[in-house]
Nanobody, 115 residues
């Protein structure tokens, strides 16, 4: 059974920081990439950042210079360090694991940035 579990969301003031974590467990055979997506109320889910073995991380323009994605391959864990948060970063953040057997999503963690 595959599990993808996010943590680290919460309420923060504008300009503050949060660190999200996503731990994947189960029989993936091989994980190719991991990433973060977000969905604000009334909006479609959008890419935030992705990281793939051997490839430079990819960021949405809106978070470049503020967010940093990193990965611990030994733990099948991906992190998202979010600095200089803005109210428009408020959303549910989802972790996606792209593996040999397919893509797997977590349940999401809420991030709220107050002005």
């Amino acid at each position: 059974q595959v599990q993808v579990v996010e943590s680290g969301g919460g309420l923060v003031q504008a300009g503050g920081s949060l660190r999200l974590s996503c731990a994947a467990s189960g029989n993936f055979v091989r994980i190719n990439g991991m990433g973060w997506y977000r969905q604000a109320p009334g909006n479609e889910r959008e890419l935030v950042a992705t990281i793939t073995f051997g490839v430079s991380p990819n960021y949405a323009d809106s978070v470049k210079g503020r967010f940093t994605i990193s990965r611990d391959n030994a733990k099948n864990t991906v992190y998202l360090q979010m600095n200089s948060l803005k109210p428009e970063d408020t959303a549910v953040y989802f972790c996606k694991v792209s593996a040999y057997r397919g893509d797997y999503w977590g349940q999401g963690t809420h991030v709220t940035v107050s002005s």
